[in-house]
């Protein structure tokens, strides 16, 4: 026979093991929400734009939205791999390190504002009573000083690289006589004050600096561009991974139906949209980066060559074959 004793030790050891299987509390559900932007400006100047979208976000989805600018793409990268930030707009290089770094994950992208043909190009400008042609700046003389955008953008960076120069075994830093990293706005600038003598950039930015009219367009009245690249597919809205589903959903459903349909309510979100330079966003998967990986491998594979190393070819060619099999296998879906 159990004692009483005996018994209510086993009975306080039954509810202490209980309390032990007990399931722990559910994490607090989020509340806020931060979100990159890439400051090629003035920070002040990105508030200004993107406040209207941020403050109907925050009422669609019942979430603060917390602005974070940066200003380089790099910097957004880190911030989203230490989750310091938990979505934001990215180009299509810097997304795709995003990716494969900061756990991030690709579900809407950008849209032409005005409804036309998705895609910009890369371009090379130069002062508008410069001498310089595209062969002339291809002569690599060393005696041009030449702008790229920052080292993970598309547009600044990879596609003149895998377009212009890899093609024809130039590597920039022998080719010119300085190089100068930085966005497409102090890029343009600087050609425009002859502190450069060329520079990369793009459709979509001049495009911007002439809308904004005043001394920006003005500015452009002073450039032409020399050299423009194929196509590169519209930027890329980028999550983190390990996002709670319903805030995914709450967010995804913002953006795929912010600015959609008729009406004074949905004018009025493109009109917002406009300003940060987009129309309505559309659903998009990893598959989107596929051409962003297809011109990488391109580029590795054409350094490769130059410089003669076969187990660099051979590593490169892979990869580029890798990625032509996934889009093959992917086309008829995409």
């Not at 890439?38 to 920070?43: F, G, Q």
């Not at 900061?102 to 849209?111: D, K, L, M, Q, W």
């Not at 589903?245 to 139906?257: E, I, S, Y």
């Not at 598959?287 to 070819?313: C, F, N, W, Y």
Request: positive net charge.
């Amino acid at each position: 026979m159990i004692s009483f004793r005996t018994g209510a030790a086993l009975l306080s050891l039954t509810l202490l093991l209980a309390a032990c299987a007990k399931p722990a509390d559910a994490p607090p559900a989020r509340t806020i929400l931060t979100f990159s932007i890439l400051s090629t400006e003035k920070a002040s100047t990105a508030a200004a734009e993107w406040t209207p979208v941020l403050a109907d976000m925050e009422k669609a989805t019942g979430l603060a939205i917390k602005p974070f600018f940066g200003s380089n793409y790099s910097s957004l990268i880190e911030a989203m791999r230490f989750k310091q930030t938990d979505l934001g707009w990215f180009s299509n290089q810097s997304g795709l390190e995003a990716v494969r770094r900061s756990n991030g994950e690709i579900f809407a992208r950008t849209t032409k504002p005005d409804g036309g043909q998705d895609g910009y190009q890369s371009v090379i400008i130069v002062a508008k009573d410069s001498p310089i042609t595209l062969e002339g700046l291809l002569k690599c003389d060393r005696t041009l000083n030449f702008g790229m955008g920052d080292v993970k953008s598309t547009s600044g960076t990879l596609a003149p690289m895998t377009y212009l120069f890899a093609p024809r075994s130039i590597s920039p830093e022998t080719c010119f006589k300085t190089v100068r990293s930085a966005n497409h706005e102090a890029n343009l600038f600087a050609v425009s004050n002859g502190v450069l003598d060329a520079a990369t950039n793009n459709t979509q930015s001049l495009l911007r600096l002439r809308q904004q009219g005043g001394a920006a367009a003005a500015t452009l009245d002073n450039l032409k561009v020399i050299w423009t690249s194929p196509t590169i597919p519209e930027d890329p809205m980028v999550w983190r991974k390990d996002l709670d589903p319903a805030v995914k959903a709450k967010v995804g459903q913002f953006f795929l139906t912010y600015g959609v349909g008729n009406g004074p309510e949905a004018q009025r979100q493109r009109d917002n949209l406009r300003r940060i330079q987009t129309g309505p966003f559309k659903r998009a998967d990893a598959t989107h980066l596929l051409p962003v990986r297809e011109m990488e491998a391109t580029e590795q594979l054409l350094q490769s060559k130059t410089k003669g190393d076969p187990a660099q070819i051979a590593k490169a060619q892979a990869a580029l074959d890798a990625v032509h099999a996934e889009a093959k296998a992917l086309r008829p879906a995409i």
